[in-house]
């Protein structure tokens, strides 16, 4: 995997990661490849400009968008707490 396409996956999951911070590491993992799986197409294709803006600029980016968001990534987003 690309040094590119590992930073794309950790910003397409870092929402679900601030829910996971006070689990155990396993479940941090789990929770990153859920949403590297479900949000990775959606970063590259609705918030690419803010790759690297950090976790919270990410974040943003997906809930300004969370109409054109795919059901996946916007069903993962809701079940980790970060969009209605």
Known sequence: MSVSRARLLAAAVSAGLMLAASSSGYAQDNVRAEGAKACGPDATRLC???LEQGDMVMLKCFQNRAAKLAPSCRAFLTKVGRLK
Do not use: G
Request: aromatic share 0%; hydrophobic share 35%.
């Open 48 to 50: 690419k400009h803010v």
